[in-house]
C-alpha cells in the first residue's frame, strides 16, 4: 500500500493521493504558514477516527439488518498548547442515528468498532481518552 504527497504551492499545501487515485488536501492556516485550503494533519486524524468507526458501524448495523435512516459523526478534541508536538488530549466521538433501530445492536456495534475493529481508535486510545456518546432518534446514551 501506498499514498504520496505532492505540494501544491510555496507554502504548505500538500495533496495525499492513494493508490486508487482519491485525493485529501492538507495545509494549514495562514498564521500557521499555510494558505487554509485543506484540512490540518491533525484534524486529519481525528476526521480519520471519524470515518474509520463510522464504516465499521455501518457495516455492522447492515449485517444487523438494522433501519439506519441517518448518520452523522461529530468530534470534539483537545490538543496540548504548551507541549511540542501538540498532542491530543481529549477527544469526544458522538455519533447521531436516525432510523427504526434497537438501541440494543447500536450500542454493539459502536462498541465493537471502537474496543475491537477501529485501526485509528485503537492507536489514539493509547495516549488519548476517547469518550464515546451517540443518540438515536434524540434518545442519549454512551458507552
Request: aromatic share 6%; net charge neutral; glycine share 10%.
Amino acid at each position: 500500500m501506498r499514498v504520496t504527497l505532492s505540494r501544491v504551492d510555496d507554502k504548505v499545501h500538500f495533496v495525499g493521493t492513494n493508490e486508487a487515485g482519491n485525493s485529501l488536501h492538507l495545509d494549514t492556516g495562514p498564521e500557521e504558514g499555510g494558505s487554509g485550503q485543506g484540512v490540518g494533519p491533525m484534524q486529519a486524524v481525528i476526521m480519520a477516527l471519524g470515518g474509520c468507526s463510522g464504516i465499521d458501524i455501518v457495516l455492522i448495523l447492515k449485517k444487523q439488518r438494522e433501519d439506519l435512516a441517518g448518520f452523522d459523526v461529530t468530534l470534539d478534541y483537545e490538543r496540548d498548547p504548551e507541549a511540542t508536538p501538540a498532542l491530543f488530549t481529549n477527544i469526544h466521538i458522538h455519533y447521531v442515528f436516525t432510523g427504526r433501530l434497537n438501541p440494543a445492536k447500536v450500542r454493539r456495534a459502536v462498541d465493537l468498532s471502537i474496543n475491537k475493529y477501529c485501526s485509528v481508535a485503537r492507536i489514539l486510545e493509547k495516549t488519548t481518552p476517547i469518550r464515546v456518546t451517540w443518540s438515536i432518534n434524540g434518545q442519549s446514551y454512551s458507552l
